[in-house]
């Protein structure tokens, strides 16, 4: 298969079993091997999940810059929630800042997927439901195909079509920072 990403090893960072699955059959998609790839998930009932992602993306940034001779990238998954998405992005930001690690550089594979609210607002919009961005759909999505719902975000992705959702609109543009 000529789009596999031969030896680019990447790490999930999330803070939901969820969003793992989902990232994790995208990033399949994409041509990503699965040997290479490494999920790190936020452990469940041991506080905030958002504080988990934004420390442990610090240490998977200094990961990536100390070993610059491979092919290395990572892409952090964590909800919005009442945030704006740039807000979101901002805290991350910030995490890296107020750590010394330094913020991402375009040129690095460093993504970030912030779904508004839960992942499932993305996976009932990606099966065809009409959804907003506004209401909560958390545990409303049971046994999703997450293989099929990330075939349908890879082909939107690659097409460059207009989902509606903010969200995921700029998944996209933080999808292609790790296509580089």
């Known amino acids: 298969m000529s789009n596999r990403k031969m030896g680019i090893r990447i790490a999930i960072v999330v803070e939901d079993r969820m969003l793992e699955r989902f990232v994790r059959e995208s990033l399949l998609l994409l041509g ?25 993306l610090v240490r998977e940034v200094k990961a990536l810059r100390v070993k610059a001779d ?9 909800d919005v929630d009442e ?3 740039l807000e979101r992005e901002r805290q991350l930001s910030n995490a890296l800042n107020e750590d010394g690690t330094g913020d991402r550089k375009p040129n690095e594979r460093i993504a970030y997927w912030l779904p508004r609210w839960s992942i499932e607002t993305w996976l009932k919009h990606l099966s065809g439901e009409k959804v907003d961005e506004v209401t909560r759909y958390k545990h409303q999505v049971k046994k999703p195909n997450y293989k099929g719902l990330a075939g349908v975000f890879i082909e939107c992705y690659r097409n460059k079509a207009d989902l509606e959702l903010d969200s995921i609109g700029h998944s996209f543009g933080e999808t292609a920072r790790i296509e580089a």
């Open 32 to 56: 990503y091997h699965r040997r290479e790839i490494r999920v790190e998930c936020a452990p469940s009932g041991e506080g905030s999940g958002k504080n988990w992602v934004s420390s442990r």
């Open 70 to 78: 491979q092919q290395l990238a990572v892409l952090a998954g964590t």
């Open 83 to 85: 945030l704006e998405i």
